[in-house]
């Protein structure tokens, strides 16, 4: 799994491992302080031992690109912080298929709503459902079932009858 942080962050850890191993720490001391495998810091410093210090330099993520970049995903959170009714739908509530079609609409990427979910979560989105309560709720009616209809029709438990055998 790769680590947390930018490329530029981990190739920096990567030359301050080295360093350190340079000023005649141990690996594991290594490790520890760069907070890194010792299997890590050994790699690094035969990689260095062969190909010089270009081996620790930043190498791109590997795998497709993503199809929006950083602002377009700006754009897309703002969007959907203005909520679902101001991009016509009748209620709040976004769903992953709806997150699509405003990708579609508006950045002309196609998204898999699996690919959504991804999307939204690497941007900090959870799954929430909007409360839903009726115009008419009177609350001082919610409290008073609460505190005196709720009991009186809820079952009690009754101790175990005494049976002898």
């Given at each position: ?142 409290e008073h079932f609460r505190r ?18």
């Amino acid at each position: 799994m790769r680590p947390e942080g930018s490329a530029a962050e981990l190739e920096r850890r990567r030359r301050r491992a080295v360093e350190l191993l340079r000023q005649g720490k141990g690996v594991r001391e290594v490790a520890r302080m760069v907070g890194a495998s010792p299997g890590s810091v050994t790699v690094w410093r035969q990689a260095v031992d062969r190909e010089g210090s270009g081996a620790l330099a930043a190498k791109p993520h590997p795998g497709r690109p993503p199809d929006l970049d950083a602002a377009q995903v700006e754009r897309l959170l703002a969007m959907l912080r203005q909520g679902a009714t101001a991009h016509g739908y009748v209620n709040r509530q976004w769903t992953l298929k709806r997150v699509a079609k405003l990708v579609r609409d508006r950045f002309g990427v196609a998204y898999d709503p699996s690919g959504v979910w991804h999307l939204l979560r690497r941007s900090g989105w959870s799954c929430q459902m909007p409360e839903h309560r009726a115009r008419e709720r009177d609350p001082a009616a919610v409290e008073h079932f609460r505190r005196v209809t709720w009991p009186r029709l809820k079952k009690s438990r009754r101790p175990p009858a005494n049976r002898s055998f």
